[in-house]
């Protein structure tokens, strides 16, 4: 199904990145496709599940063994839990899922990811097929600040997303608790609250003595090429991020975190165009993103933000002359180890169907000509590339090579891989193209 992929991503985007003088940026884990073969009896593990309104369920779905050359060579199917871990085929070299999703603008279509060079790989992670649903069951609840007074003199209040808090908040089921930042208007202060919701009320009633977690200031550094800069915690228990603030360029904000409730702390650097150029019909957003973790005082080492250069234009120039769909990113940014292509092609047959395609791979390597057999015969009518993306990424101070970063990989896949130190400089360029 190499037809389909890599020529019409190479023309667009290196037609628009010439235009435009070039692009670069940072990356992360994987292995590259430099041949050998894959070890009889090796045992992966992998979960399927499908996401509806936050919340994660089982998924049974189609996982296809490929040979080096792609050809499929078996395939099973996810057990109940969504799960499957045992011996491959032998000869497997790369693995792909296949699954049916629903997504909310485009109704029904088929979902597919692929994992290349997996033969350094334990662990291939979770697998998520959105399950859109009109109704997620989110509910308005009233903020009552009556009984407020130094906080409502002399602070603002805003959810932990940067949203003002403006008289109600809206808390889905998947919302355990509220978190709640003031602001100070007048002095560098910042006092956070973290609020139980109520179970038989929808008022949420604050006082004072709700604010008793108190913010640590954190110094704004921005590389020469940043928008702006972040700080958020993230919260292990809920896997999620809290607290988010904003600084823009230009603008002396003041950030802050607030250790007493997120342990682990992230100061974030953003570099994006305002508007997606638009070159010969192709509409193309890129930005570029760097992590660095933040100390319970607020100290931190600047993890330097990829630099929109002309390597990756250079890059993606030469797929274009491959025939055998090679690529090699890894002149762009030293810390890349991984790439993500994305694609969503719509098949013009007599019911407009269309299929989303995830292929994930080394910073340099090989994507092989991939078919799946019966689980997803090649389309016979005209297939049209509407999107694609590529996201190069990597983790800071680590080694990039193969059985590294399948280390670092399979540490991910046992999740919480954001409380280690070995993950906080998380570095990532993303390209993204829309074909009209």
Same mark, same amino acid.
């Given at each position: 199904?190499?037809?389909?992929?890599?020529?019409?991503?190479?023309?667009?985007?290196?037609?628009? =990145?010439?235009? +435009?003088?070039? $692009?670069?940026?940072?990356?992360?884990?994987?292995?590259?496709?430099?041949?050998?073969?894959?070890?009889?009896?090796?045992?992966? $593990? =992998?979960?399927?599940?499908?996401?509806? +309104?936050?919340?994660?369920?089982?998924?049974?779905?189609?996982?296809?063994? @490929?040979?080096?050359?792609?050809?499929?060579?078996?395939?099973?199917?996810?057990?109940?839990?969504?799960?499957?871990?045992?011996?491959?085929?032998?000869?497997?070299? @790369?693995?792909?899922?296949?699954?049916?999703?629903?997504?909310?603008?485009?109704?029904?279509?088929?979902?597919?990811?692929?994992?290349?060079?997996?033969?350094?790989?334990?662990?291939?992670?979770?697998?998520?097929?959105?399950?859109?649903?009109?109704?997620?069951?989110?509910?308005?609840?009233?903020?009552?600040?009556?009984?407020?007074?130094?906080?409502?003199?002399?602070?603002?209040?805003?959810?932990?997303?940067?949203?003002?808090?403006?008289?109600?908040?809206?808390?889905?089921?998947?919302?355990?608790?509220?978190?709640?930042?003031?602001?100070?208007?007048?002095?560098?202060?910042?006092?956070?609250?973290?609020?139980?919701?109520?179970?038989?009320?929808?008022?949420?009633?604050?006082?004072?003595?709700?604010?008793?977690?108190?913010?640590?200031?954190?110094?704004?550094?921005?590389?020469?090429?940043?928008?702006?800069?972040?700080?958020?915690?993230?919260?292990?228990?809920?896997?999620?991020?809290?607290?988010?603030?904003?600084?823009?360029?230009g603008i002396s904000d003041t950030?802050?975190?607030?250790?007493?409730?997120?342990?682990?702390?992230?100061?974030?650097?953003?570099?994006?165009?305002?508007?997606?150029?638009?070159?010969?019909?192709?509409?193309?957003?890129? @930005?570029?993103?760097?992590?660095?973790?933040?100390e319970t005082d607020g100290d931190?080492?600047?993890?330097?933000?990829?630099?929109?250069?002309?390597?990756?234009?250079?890059?993606?120039?030469?797929?274009?002359?491959?025939?055998?769909?090679?690529?090699?990113?890894?002149?762009?940014?030293?810390?890349?180890?991984?790439?993500?292509?994305?694609? $969503?092609?719509?098949?013009?047959?007599?019911?407009?169907?269309?299929?989303?395609?995830?292929?994930?791979?080394?910073?340099?390597?090989?994507?092989?000509d991939l078919s799946f057999g019966?689980?997803?015969?090649?389309?016979?009518?005209?297939?049209?590339?509407?999107?694609?993306?590529?996201?190069?990424?990597?983790?800071?101070?680590?080694?990039?090579?193969?059985?590294?970063?399948?280390?670092?990989?399979?540490?991910?896949?046992?999740?919480?891989? =954001?409380?280690?130190?070995?993950?906080?400089?998380?570095?990532?360029?993303?390209?993204?193209?829309?074909?009209?």
């Amino acid at each position: 199904m190499n037809k389909f992929i890599l020529t019409p991503l190479a023309i667009a985007l290196s037609l628009t =990145l010439s235009a +435009c003088g070039g $692009s670069s940026s940072d990356g992360n884990s994987a292995s590259s496709l430099n041949g050998g073969s894959t070890a009889q009896l090796q045992t992966i $593990s =992998l979960q399927a599940l499908t996401r509806q +309104c936050g919340t994660d369920s089982a998924y049974q779905t189609d996982v296809v063994f @490929h040979n080096d050359d792609g050809d499929a060579i078996g395939s099973v199917k996810t057990d109940a839990q969504g799960n499957f871990s045992g011996e491959l085929p032998s000869g497997t070299r @790369h693995v792909s899922l296949l699954g049916d999703v629903v997504d909310e603008t485009d109704g029904g279509y088929k979902q597919i990811f692929t994992e290349l060079d997996i033969e350094n790989r334990a662990n291939l992670g979770k697998f998520y097929f959105n399950n859109f649903s009109e109704g997620c069951g989110c509910t308005e609840y009233n903020v009552d600040t009556t009984a407020l007074s130094t906080i409502a003199s002399d602070y603002t209040i805003y959810q932990s997303q940067g949203n003002e808090v403006s008289g109600s908040v809206n808390i889905c089921p998947s919302d355990n608790k509220l978190y709640l930042t003031a602001l100070s208007r007048y002095s560098v202060d910042a006092k956070a609250a973290v609020i139980d919701v109520p179970v038989n009320s929808s008022v949420i009633t604050l006082t004072d003595e709700d604010f008793i977690h108190d913010g640590v200031e954190v110094p704004v550094q921005l590389d020469f090429n940043a928008d702006y800069s972040s700080t958020r915690g993230y919260i292990e228990a809920e896997n999620t991020y809290q607290f988010v603030q904003y600084s823009f360029s230009g603008i002396s904000d003041t950030l802050f975190i607030f250790p007493t409730v997120t342990e682990h702390n992230s100061y974030v650097q953003f570099d994006f165009m305002s508007d997606p150029m638009n070159v010969d019909g192709v509409e193309v957003d890129i @930005h570029s993103y760097a992590r660095s973790a933040i100390e319970t005082d607020g100290d931190y080492q600047l993890t330097e933000l990829p630099t929109i250069t002309d390597d990756l234009g250079f890059s993606l120039l030469q797929i274009t002359e491959n025939n055998d769909a090679s690529f090699d990113f890894s002149n762009v940014d030293n810390r890349f180890a991984r790439t993500t292509w994305g694609y $969503s092609f719509l098949v013009d047959d007599a019911a407009e169907s269309r299929f989303d395609w995830t292929i994930r791979g080394g910073i340099s390597g090989q994507i092989p000509d991939l078919s799946f057999g019966s689980i997803f015969p090649e389309p016979t009518d005209e297939v049209i590339l509407e999107e694609l993306t590529l996201l190069l990424y990597g983790y800071a101070g680590n080694a990039t090579d193969a059985n590294s970063y399948a280390q670092l990989l399979d540490t991910i896949s046992e999740g919480g891989h =954001l409380t280690k130190p070995e993950f906080s400089n998380y570095v990532y360029i993303f390209i993204g193209a829309e074909l009209y």
